[in-house]
T-cell receptor, first 111, second 115 residues
Framework: GESVGLHLPTLSVQEGDNSIINCAYS??????FIWYKQESGKGPQFIID?????DKRQGQRVTVLLNKTVKHLSLQIAATQPGDSAVYFC??????????FGGGTRLMVKP | DAGVTQSPTHLIKTRGQHVTLRCSPI?????VSWYQQVLGQGPQFIFQ???????GRGNFPDRFSARQFPNYSSELNVNALLLGDSALYLC??????????????FGDGTRLSIL
């Protein structure tokens, strides 16, 4: 498959550990945020979203935290598995339905 | 249920040519957005269409155009191709347009290479 993100920041974790991926967003008026996972040769896959009136949302093995004061978003993955290895993007919704994506973080899980 | 489908998966063109990329949204989704993803970067917004009307446009030249059909499928057209147009072109669909916060779901894209 084709590699996505050849020069991205990389987070390397041991299988079974928890992972935290961070993202700074740009617009204080953004009201909706999404985390996507992108594997090599594929399109971004929706993981979890959060509205600006919330500061935490949990899914299956994932938690998103939103700090509007410092415009910071994080994705926590519990008990990281080899299948979690991918590039992770945060995206913010500004005007209309347009998403603005961050630069991405590559997560590598060591068995 | 089928997700967002895009065709073709890969395409090779030469400078100056034009290209048409196609997208079928998830059944029931009425909004389609197009993004360009250059290797090593996040996707960049090109267009959004909802109910066959353009609802948003990113910072791309007029060589880029799109349309949405009555069945909500969409085409992205790029004229006078440049080397810098080489990228992965992603289509995303969502239930509605801008009035509600709905996640966009992406297809696997069309890899366009310009020689």
């Amino acid at each position: 498959g084709e590699s996505v993100g050849l020069h991205l920041p990389t987070l390397s974790v041991q299988e079974g550990d928890n992972s935290i991926i961070n993202c700074a967003y740009s617009n204080s008026a953004s009201d909706y945020f999404i985390w996507y996972k992108q594997e090599s040769g594929k399109g971004p896959q929706f993981i979890i979203d959060i509205r600006s009136n919330m500061d935490k949302r949990q899914g299956q093995r994932v938690t998103v935290l939103l700090n509007k004061t410092v415009k910071h978003l994080s994705l926590q993955i519990a008990a990281t598995q080899p299948g979690d290895s991918a590039v992770y993007f945060c995206a913010e919704k500004k005007a209309g339905n347009m998403l603005t994506f961050g630069g991405g973080t590559r997560l590598m899980v060591k068995p | 249920d089928a997700g967002v489908t895009q065709s073709p998966t890969h395409l090779i063109k030469t400078r100056g040519q034009h290209v048409t990329l196609r997208c079928s949204p998830i059944s029931g989704h009425k909004s389609v957005s197009w993004y360009q993803q250059v290797l090593g970067q996040g996707p960049q917004f090109i267009f959004q269409y909802y109910e066959k009307e353009e609802r948003g446009r990113g910072n791309f030249p007029d060589r880029f155009s799109a349309r949405q059909f009555p069945n909500y499928s969409s085409e992205l057209n790029v004229n006078a191709l440049l080397l810098g147009d080489s990228a992965l072109y992603l289509c995303a669909s969502s239930l509605a347009a801008s009035t509600s916060n709905q996640p966009q779901h992406f297809g696997d894209g069309t890899r366009l290479s310009i020689l």
